[in-house]
Structure formats: C-alpha cells, structure tokens
Nanobody, 123 residues
Framework: QLQLVESGGGSAQPGGSLRLSCVAS????????IAWFRQAPGKEREAVAC????????YYEDSVKGRFTTSRDNSKKTAYLQMNKLTPEDTAVYYC????????????????WGQGTQVTVSS
C-alpha cells in the first residue's frame, strides 16, 4: 500500500529555516514525481513545488522562488523541502503528494497524499 509520511514541520521565527521530509513506501518511488502543496487557514490548497523522478524541480509559487528548494534521495525513498528565509505568509499545513509521472500544479493530478505537517512562522 502506497504511503507518504511527512515530518519536519514546527515553529520558526521570520527569517528562519525548516526542512520537511516526505518518506514514501509501497511503490516505485523513483518512477514518480513528488509535489509539495500547502494550505493556509481559509485558503485553497496551493502547489508550492514539484520534483520529477530524475530530479528536475519546478517551483510554482513565485513567493518561494529563491527561498525554497526541493530535492529527493531515491535510495531513501525520501523527498525534501528546504525552506529558508521564512515569513509569516508561509504559515500553512504542508503536504507532499505523488502518483503521477509528471509534475502538475493541479492537486487533482495526484492520488496519494501525506497526512500534512504544520509550519508556523511567527515572532
């Protein structure tokens, strides 16, 4: 059974950093893209970034370009989202998603989701 488990969320001060991990099991992780989404209270779930099977990354949200980096280690079946220079606007529940060979910003293109991890940025 395919499963995605996120970790690494928590609290940070503005300007700080956090690294999220997404550990996969139950499928050929290296065949599929891994996308990162986030959902703030009262807002739609939005695509943040995506990394393809061979490692090419796409950043969908302009506000994270230059601050967030996604990567993957196929040998560990793990994807990462390194978040630097955090701002209060980054506060949200972050999700990893998979199930598609390509990267799409549309949440409905992904069948498998992690449970989400809360990121809170405040002083």
């Amino acid at each position: 059974q395919l499963q995605l488990v996120e970790s690494g969320g928590g609290s940070a001060q503005p300007g700080g950093s956090l690294r999220l991990s997404c550990v996969a099991s139950g499928y050929r992780f290296d065949y599929y893209s891994i996308a990162w989404f986030r959902q703030a209270p009262g807002k739609e779930r939005e695509a943040v970034a995506c990394i393809r099977d061979i490692g090419g990354a796409i950043y969908y949200e302009d506000s994270v370009k230059g601050r967030f980096t996604t990567s993957r280690d196929n040998s560990k079946k793990t994807a990462y989202l390194q978040m630097n220079k955090l701002t209060p606007e980054d506060t949200a529940v972050y999700y990893c998603a998979s199930g598609n060979y390509q990267c799409y910003p549309d949440r409905f293109q992904y069948n498998y989701w992690g449970q989400g991890t809360q990121v809170t940025v405040s002083s």
